[in-house]
């Protein structure tokens, strides 16, 4: 794939931004996280959630592309750990939405994810990782300076992707929200959102499996 000689070909950034588009719109824990939080605590209170996502995940796209993502990765070790830390998180927070009872309570149901819950979440968000990696890797090359202003590109329009499906799945979970004051309705809503949750760690459950054979 061509590459300008001091920045991003349009090519690439056209394939970058597309990429972004799929990995942020699609299903994932993020997306299913904020549609439940929207449907039960409503936009005004899962705004610091989506805070943290929006800034979390694009600062985490930055400091992986400068190099930590290959000093983490680097270590069979803390990839098993990591590995097993986000499945755990995931399957519990699963659990957390699964039995979740009442839309926008605020009496004994859960509070929603804070600022700093959500945007330290995404370093434990196995969806996250693939993005991250998957973009560094194809979309970036050269040293220096180039390869500085290629990350920062790629952090920029994740950072508005980003913007634009959190808010686009936390509105969705709002709006579906008011159509599930029967508590069976809420009660379907959330199973079917942590089964999104839990299908995500399938493939790092294999992953896991495949290490501890290994």
């Known amino acids: 794939m061509p590459y300008a000689p001091h920045s991003m070909s349009f090519q690439t950034f056209t394939a970058v931004l597309l990429f972004a588009l799929v990995m942020g719109f699609t299903p994932g824990p993020n997306n299913a996280m904020l549609a ?4 039960r605590f409503g936009i005004r209170r899962t705004i610091p959630h989506l805070a943290g996502v929006m800034i979390g995940f694009p600062v985490m796209v930055l400091l992986a592309g400068l190099g930590l993502a290959s000093i983490l990765l680097a270590s069979p070790l803390l990839q098993l750990v990591m590995k097993t830390v986000s499945c755990a998180y995931l399957l ?3 659990f957390q939405i699964a039995r979740s009872a009442s839309a926008k309570s605020s009496s004994g149901g859960g509070k929603p994810l804070t600022f700093l819950q959500a945007a330290a979440f995404q370093w ?7 993005m991250v990696v ?20 790629i952090a920029l329009l994740t950072a ?6 959190t808010l686009t799945w936390a509105a969705f979970g709002a709006a579906i929200g008011r159509w599930l004051r029967a508590p069976l309705a809420l009660h379907v809503f959330n199973l079917v ?4 949750l839990v299908g995500s760690t399938v493939p790092i459950l ?3 499996w495949h290490d501890l054979k290994g």
């Open 92 to 94: 519990w927070l699963a």
């Open 36 to 39: 439940a939080s929207g449907a």
């Open 160 to 165: 508005v992707v980003t913007l634009l499906s």
């Open 206 to 208: 294999l992953e896991i």
């Open 124 to 130: 434990v968000n196995p969806k996250g990782w693939l």
């Open 134 to 153: 998957g973009a560094i890797s194809a979309y970036t090359a050269g040293h220096g300076t180039q390869l500085y202003l290629q990350v920062a590109i």
């Open 193 to 196: 959102m942590a089964l999104l």
